[in-house]
């Protein structure tokens, strides 16, 4: 154990003398926090939604069916009661609702008819995107009933009532506080661990340790374990950050938070290391962390762009990045307060993750060094 | 009795055959000169000795171990310097040094204990608590020596030990050999200079992966009927 406690200690040596390190590791998390908070508008295509259609009238099939012709909404789910509406959204199947009433046509015809969309805002900038679409596509309904019926209306037929759910003040903070941490918990767990083992390897140093009794799975670990502890830090920054400075509450458990962090962060080590194992050179280490887990991060994952509206092949892509699958987990557990009934299924992605690019990685290290 | 001894070690890379069934024996307490020219397969061989390198067959035992099947056996008793600088340079000489005993596994106070006398052979006192960055290199390869033979060990690798620094320092730096020599270390030790062959028991020449000659720098002189070594290596490489 000495051997091991003297191999961490030298390690957090390394982290504190750096400046550029410890640059990188605390002040770009705050930076990027602030940073982030322009709001980024997007178009969105088929994006899933559901319909509470009570009335099942002329006039309600004929809206909802030219709603769903219009290219942006595609109909997940038809509810029969409002009871549903609750689930659906916790769920993360679907990011709207239509809400007609039990008499649309009826309405309709005495003059005003009332109508709710519902959007969920744990992801705001979709949600009002396609509250704006569907706004949209209300009026030009509207507007075609007055051409065909000959009668120019005075005042709008309907009233549209809009409500957000989860996030009814739209911030996007809501939106980028989990993205920032999907970033950082990548930048710094990834790209310093594959930095860091690179650097040995081009100074030379690594050959030292390995002609020494340290076993290859002790250095691996001596190196990252200050990462991990330093990555748990930031991230504590990070949704502190978000709670305090810009609002963002904390609904759900904060114990299955730290959890999930600690999990994504083994997938994200162990894809350090697994960088590591290719480069030669902290340069080389550097380039394949930015190029191949940044940028996939930050455009492929839903975090800035929605995934809604991406082609196929590059939502595929998505899949496979560890940010896709934290992401809604960050988001269901501070903004929407679900526990693991709900993210069972994300949690158990990024954990087979972290088992293959740990064992990848861990096989690889032997091979080549 | 000999400390290390090979037998048809080979290492081949695809179908480039670095180290061709190399053979020999290395005494207890001796200092071997592992020599020939770049590329001619000296690292490859100190790699497969130190248990970096798996051999493609052949065996080497070292301190009485099978490297490949017992390396853990073999780690313990071995040190290694490289041709690169093995020390930390962000890190004090205090520090590295406590660094490389805890990771020998050795105890703290016997770290303390051993740390006060290499500053004192060594007339480091005074920097003991500065970065060994700061330090010049010939200092820095006599402090990655020190630290090399700081667990103890039977036998140690010196890869290039000399590159890089200047005559003089080379000289005081091979003091330090021949005083581990004196109590019994064994040396392994690459070069590609020929001047330093002539410091060393016996020297090994090495000549596209094979030995192709290997005895006292003395015998090999008369042998080749050269003045130095120098020119006993261009005989030998010329073939």
Redesign the interface.
Known sequence: MNRFSAFVQKEFRHILRDRRTLLILFGMPVVQVLLFGFVLTNEIKNANIAVLDPSKDLESIALTSKLMSSGYFHLEKMLDSPSELDPAFRSGKIKMAIVYPPDFARQLQAGTAQLQLIGDASDPNTATTLINYANATIADYQQEKAVNSGVIPVKSLMVVQTRMRYNPEQKGVFNFVPGVMTLILMLVAAMMTSITIAKEKELGTMEVLLVSPLQPIQIILGKTAPYLVLTLLNAFIVVLLGIFVFGMPLRGSIFLLAAECVLYMFVALSLGIFISTKAKDQMTAMFISALGLMMPTMLLSGFIFPRESMPVPLQVIGNVIPATWFNPIIKGIMIKGVGLDVLWKQTLVLGAMAVFFLGLSLKNFKDRL | MSIISTEKLTRSFGAFTAVNAITFDVKEGEIFGFLGANGAGKTTALKML???LAPTSGKAMVAGYDVWREP?QV??R?G?????????E??TIR?NI????????L??ADIKTKTARLLEKLALEADADKLVGALPLGWKQKLAFSVALLHEPRIV?LDEPTSGVDPLTRRQFWELIYEAAHIGVTLMVTTHFMEEAEYCGRVSMMVDGRIEALDTPRNLKTQYDAKNMDEVFRKIARG
């Open positions: 130190t248990g970096l853990e780690k313990r071995i290694y310097m490289s041709q690169r600088f093995s020390l930390y962000d890190l520090e406590r660094l490389f005993g805890g990771i020998y596994g105890r703290l690798f």
